[in-house]
């Protein structure tokens, strides 16, 4: 427990920038649709118990849903901007991502050269993560489906009693520059989702619902194998220090942030 509570501090300090909780614009672009290869798995109903602020020791109930089995890739995103080259580098707006918007990328449809096209694109905004997600007929996940899915390990829906797990989460976060690594390159997780602990932070559609205050998003440095966190919350369980680095992450950003190890997955509701 020690060890957690230090690397926790380690990613506190880690952090620079101050944000608050914001409403998101709507997109205005129109957005070409495209159609989508990557697979998705059925994620069955359940419950689980939320730990974070007012809603401490809540269960939550998750209603069916379908999400990725991995992050959306350079490749897949490159696709996407063929198409919608309003979401490039060049010519997206600022009020839709900030000035690090896909800084790795060299041109606007060249992705990095010393990475695959199939590791996770990074450095996009919520609001392209959203618009991506439109283009292919889905959504991003919500933090209730993200949470219910990162609950299960390799072999049960729910490990998060296990030392063992949270050990496992803790280490994957302190990996140095797994988001240059290409997806589904380590075991699945009981539903057959892959790379949900320390490839990259996710998007998720309602991440801003976290109350939040203190510091924010990673500073773009070169400290890229610690994923960045926030300041205090309120919370029923401390020993919990893997979702609590999560719920700090999405609490420190605004929708137009990018940051080096922060991508995308979507979700899509079962009709």
């Keep these: 427990m020690r060890n957690a509570f230090v690397l926790l501090v380690l990613i506190l300090v880690a952090c620079s920038k101050s944000s608050k909780v914001q409403e998101q614009p709507q997109i205005s672009e129109s957005i ?3 159609t989508s290869a990557k697979s998705m798995l059925k994620i069955d109903s359940g419950t689980y118990e939320s730990f974070i602020g007012q809603d401490s020791g809540k269960i939550v109930k998750v209603q069916s849903f379908y999400l990725d089995d991995s992050p959306v890739t350079n490749g897949e995103f490159l696709e996407f901007l063929t198409q919608n080259p309003q979401w490039t580098k060049s010519k997206i707006s600022r009020l839709y991502a900030d000035d690090t918007y896909l800084q790795n990328w060299p041109g606007d449809f060249e992705p990095p050269h010393d990475v695959s096209l199939n590791a996770p694109v990074t450095n996009v905004s919520w609001f392209a993560a959203s618009a991506y997600a439109k283009s292919v007929g889905k959504r991003l996940p919500t933090v209730d489906e993200w949470e219910f899915v990162a609950l299960a390990d390799e072999f049960q829906k729910d490990a998060s009693k296990e030392a063992e797990f949270t050990a496992y989460i803790l280490n994957a ?5 797994r988001f240059q690594a290409e997806v589904k390159s380590e075991n699945p997780n009981y539903y057959g989702v892959y790379d949900l602990f320390g490839m990259v932070w996710e998007w998720t559609e309602d991440f801003n619902s976290v109350m939040m205050t203190g510091n924010s998003r990673n500073d773009q440095s070169e400290n890229d194998n ?7 919350v309120t919370t029923s369980d401390l020993q919990n220090y893997a979702a609590f680095i999560r719920y700090a992450m999405r609490g420190s950003l605004k929708a137009n942030y990018t940051v080096n190890n922060l991508g995308f997955r979507c979700a899509k509701d079962i009709n």
Excluded at 173 to 177: I, L
Excluded at 226 to 232: D, E, G, K, N
Aim: glycine residues 0%.
């Design 32 to 34: 070409t649709l495209l």
């Design 173 to 177: 976060y302190q990996r140095k520059k």
């Design 226 to 232: 610690l994923f960045c966190a926030s300041a205090a």
